[in-house]
């Protein structure tokens, strides 16, 4: 039974290239677990912005991670990852601040092209904070990530 406060199973698994390529998105077994114990921490996210969260991707089936270039080892494969953004609160900068400090347990908080926030969940919970950029311009090049905020 889904038991997050702030998240709906729909919201987590919400995907529009999903919806246009036909790919099933909804987890099963202990991946909908997994899903709904990363949506009741995103309930401490929330509450601590004090600011609805808009999640941008949450869980992402093997076929629309491929479909979206994610990475193999993506944390949302596995159901531990949420990208998001709060307006209210600010921009990524200031978020990923202010969660950093929070005491709010993660794996990974990034910073992502000043766009949007990446945190994820996974059991490790190194408190690893990165900013992501592109190296060879705005648009085009790969990923890059570097330590801390910036």
């Known amino acids: ?6 998240f709906t199973l729909e919201e987590m ?19 909908l677990t997994r899903l709904n ?4 921490r995103m309930d401490s996210v929330r509450l601590y912005l004090g600011h609805p969260v808009i999640v941008t991707s949450g869980y992402r089936s093997a076929a629309l991670n491929h479909a979206v270039g994610g990475a ?7 159901a531990y990852a949420v990208d998001f953004r709060c307006p209210a609160f600010g ?22 092209f000043n766009q949007w926030v990446h945190i994820s969940f996974a059991p490790t919970l190194r408190q690893q ?19 801390g905020l910036g």
């Open 13 to 31: 698994t919400r995907s529009d290239t999903a919806r246009a390529r036909g790919i099933d998105n909804v987890p099963k077994g202990q991946l």
């Open 129 to 147: 904070t990165l900013t992501a950029f592109k190296q060879d311009g705005k648009h085009g090049g790969r990923t890059v990530y570097r330590a």
């Open 72 to 78: 193999s080892s993506s944390h949302h494969v596995q």
């Open 91 to 112: 921009d990524p900068v200031r978020i990923c601040s202010a969660l950093r400090d929070s005491g709010i347990r993660y794996d990974q908080l990034i910073q992502e």
């Open 37 to 40: 114990a990363t949506a009741k």
């Open 1 to 6: 039974m889904w038991s997050a406060e702030f």
